[in-house]
């Protein structure tokens, strides 16, 4: 066996732990059920909502979607939009402020689109809880907030 | 060799004749059926309507043909049924004729010897030798009767023969088979123009019924040449509107229409549907058989093997499935898209690729191309996964590219699930190269104007910068790399990739399987962030991107290239705007 080789088999060993071992963290043993993923991020979507005084519109039917890429579970999106005229970077301030208050990890990020203005943008994490992530634009506002991980697979889902 | 007049049986001829209007009679009850269901059909609006409808149309005209064909058929059975019975019925007759013909010959052989024995006698009278004389004349009257019967016996062979072969040229005539004779064969000495002419006036039945080499040359033809030919049959076309002859090719040759470049998208995606239902209906057919197989099986040996079987037949089930599905899963888009099946190409493995929003009409058309482990039983997740960028710019200026998430190559196996290190070479991405520039060209030679662009996750990136670099005429305006595995050394830049523009993103990923498939890449591959003339794409170190996955894992501070609020799903928007 060459260098390359036990290089390769080493790595794959580690990796296939360390992501066992993600993937027993993330199941737990006691995996969550989808009813009360979809609960939780519905309570997460709304409190989002009231933050602030928009024409939000009502709290839409999730996509239902792989956990991750190639992994097994399915995690419930709720995208809600809003197509007004706003003060991005304000809002964006304003939700930033608003989900580190509540303890979620914000990371921003902004794109200049040139002719459509600027996009500024955010994902929210935390330890078992939802997701949140946004896109806001002079045109309107885009609010996902991504479930947990729960029993199932985007299958289940398919008509 | 002789026909045998007394070869055959006519009932058993007659038989088939009546299970022929059998068939005819079916194909009328069938007719009414599928009629039936498109008046029951009133309340179903919309695309799948509107193909329903004009499929529904071809069918009544069709079923009449076959009917006529199978009259022309029973006219001919019904014919010969009869001739042969009386044919014979006269070899009958002559047989007995012969065969008394024969025993008086005998009898009269014996008399004559008899006779010339007593003529021939001391004591022989006038009577013996008149006796005698008698016996001769009726030797030869018998003698005139056996030739006469041996006449009427050829001559019988011959009209069974004459029978034999009308009924042979009257099933063969293009009444019944609805093609001349021969047809086919002559198909391969014509011309182009004159090849795809006849192709476009043959019924649907018979188009289908033509050989393999007819949908060869029809795959095999440059895109322009099928543009001429397609528009030639009536335009352009559209999903709701399109000419008789365009069906009746998408119905007959859905394996050759859906994957033929200069065909209209709309087209292509109907044709593959059609290729994509049936091998999905056949894959689950096959799954509920290998179970059974599994079930059965007895001692170790034929378990293992029937275990194989059943997962291989799981694997084929479960990417079908997904592909088709792709017709209907969820997507959270701002403004709905239309969607195209744009290729599907049936084998082991199944491969294929689907469109969110309309390559006949966007203004913008991106591929995007996964990398190690992918298959068509993630079809739904990488349309989803391109929603995300297309949302994204429907927010900025209300359009989005047609994102097209591409499938169309044999990816190397997820070398951290299986240990399979055929992603550190270059096979499968020079083989899925070839591919999929040939889509991209089918996208170019039908909109030679449309913004098209290439978004590359992983191994992908390897397998587009190939494609790209091998073909100038492409005319990419964008090529995005996410995670690249890395470029081959014959690409040395990003000019020789011949995209407008590069981009290129690479996170801090947790594991770097990125910076791993790099390293270990034989031979080696480049880093397209590091002074390849690519425009990088930020991702913040790991505080935006932190692992190799588009999509990341929720349960985790994970997130993915693609994830929404990212920087990199921003960056490609952008790239990727009409």
């Known amino acids: 066996m060459n260098n390359l080789s036990k290089s390769l088999l080493g790595f794959v060993a580690v990796v296939g732990l360390l992501t066992t071992a993600t993937a027993c963290r993330s199941n737990g043993g006691n995996e969550m059920q989808p009813d009360e993923a979809k609960q939780n991020a519905v309570a997460f979507l709304r409190e989002t909502m009231d933050h602030e005084p928009l024409a939000w519109p009502e709290v839409p039917e999730p996509v239902a979607t792989r956990c991750a890429d190639g992994g097994d579970g399915v995690r419930f999106q709720y995208l809600v939009t809003i197509d007004q005229k706003t003060d991005p970077k304000e809002l964006a301030t304003s939700f930033e402020e608003f989900w580190r208050a509540k303890g979620l990890d914000v990371q921003p990020s902004q794109e200049d689109f040139g002719k459509y203005g600027v996009a500024y943008s955010a994902t929210a994490r935390a330890d078992g809880k939802p997701w949140g992530s946004f896109q806001f634009s002079e045109r309107g506002i885009s609010l996902y907030v991504d479930s947990q991980c729960a029993e199932g697979s985007p299958d289940d889902y398919e008509d | ?578």
């Open chain 2, 1 to 578: 060799m002789a026909a045998d007049p007394l070869a055959g049986d006519p009932g058993a001829i007659t038989g088939l004749s009546s299970a022929l209007a059998d068939h005819q009679d079916d194909i009328r009850t069938g007719t009414h059926h599928v009629a039936s269901a498109l008046h029951d059909a009133d309340g179903w609006e919309g695309a799948s309507k509107d193909r329903f409808t004009t499929t529904v149309g071809t069918i009544a005209p069709a079923a009449q043909r076959i009917i006529s064909r199978l009259d022309a058929a029973i006219e001919v059975l019904d014919t010969y049924a009869e001739a042969v019975r009386q044919i014979q019925d006269e070899a009958e007759r002559i047989q007995a004729a012969q065969l008394t013909n024969a025993v008086d010959s005998i009898t009269n052989a014996v008399s004559m010897g008899s006779a010339q024995s007593t003529a021939a006698g001391s004591d022989a009278t006038e009577a013996d030798d008149r006796r005698v004389d008698r016996l001769q004349t009726d030797a030869g009257d018998l003698a005139a009767a056996a030739k006469r019967l041996d006449a009427e016996w050829d001559a019988l062979v011959e009209r069974r023969a004459a029978a034999d072969r009308a009924a042979a040229a009257g099933l063969t005539e293009s009444e019944v088979l609805g093609v001349a004779v021969g047809y086919a064969g002559t198909l391969a000495a014509m011309s182009d123009a004159d090849f795809l002419r006849a192709v476009a006036g043959m019924p649907p039945e018979v188009l289908a019924a033509q050989d393999q080499a007819v949908a060869d040359r029809i795959a095999g033809m440059p895109p322009e040449v099928v543009q001429a030919w397609w528009d030639g049959l009536g335009g352009r076309g559209t999903a709701g509107e399109h000419s008789a002859a365009q069906d009746a090719l998408i119905t007959a040759l859905p394996a050759v229409i859906g994957n033929l470049n200069g065909v209209p998208y709309w087209a292509r995606d109907q044709a593959n549907r059609l290729s994509a239902q049936r091998a999905y209906v056949q894959a689950a057919e096959a799954l509920v058989a290998a179970q059974e197989t599994y079930g059965k099986a007895v001692g170790r040996a034929a378990q293992a093997v029937a275990q194989r079987a059943l997962i291989a037949a799981q694997e084929r089930y479960n990417q079908l499935n997904n592909f088709v599905a792709g017709a209907r899963t969820d997507l959270n888009l701002r403004y709905p898209l239309p969607r195209q099946m744009v290729a599907f190409r049936d084998g082991e493995p199944p491969l294929g690729a689907f469109s969110v929003g309309d390559l006949d009409s966007a203004s913008s058309v991106t591929f995007l191309v996964p990398g190690m482990g992918s298959s068509l039983a993630d079809t739904t997740q990488y349309m989803r996964t391109g929603s995300t960028v297309q949302q994204s710019q429907q927010q900025m200026s209300g359009d989005a590219s047609a994102y097209v998430t591409w499938l169309g190559y044999e990816a190397p196996p997820d070398f951290v699930a299986t240990g399979d290190t055929a992603v550190f070479h270059e096979d499968s991405a020079r083989a899925g190269a070839s591919t999929l520039a040939a889509d991209l060209a089918g996208v170019r030679a039908t909109r030679p104007d449309v913004q098209l662009n290439v978004v590359a996750h992983s191994y992908g990136s390897t397998t587009a910068a190939i494609a790209l670099a091998d073909d100038a005429a492409l005319r990419i305006h964008s090529f995005v790399t996410l995670g690249s595995a890395g470029i081959p050394s014959f690409v040395p830049d990003a000019a020789a990739t011949h995209a407008a523009h590069m981009y290129a993103a690479q996170a801090d990923e947790k594991w770097g399987i990125a910076a791993f498939g790099r390293t270990f890449s034989d031979p080696h591959r480049a880093d397209p962030t590091q002074g390849f003339g690519a425009t990088e794409l930020q991702t913040d170190g790991s505080k935006t991107v932190n692992v190799h996955d588009l999509a990341a894992d929720p349960e985790s501070r994970n997130v993915g290239y693609l994830d929404s609020g990212t920087k990199t799903l921003l960056g490609t928007a952008k790239a990727t705007m009409p």
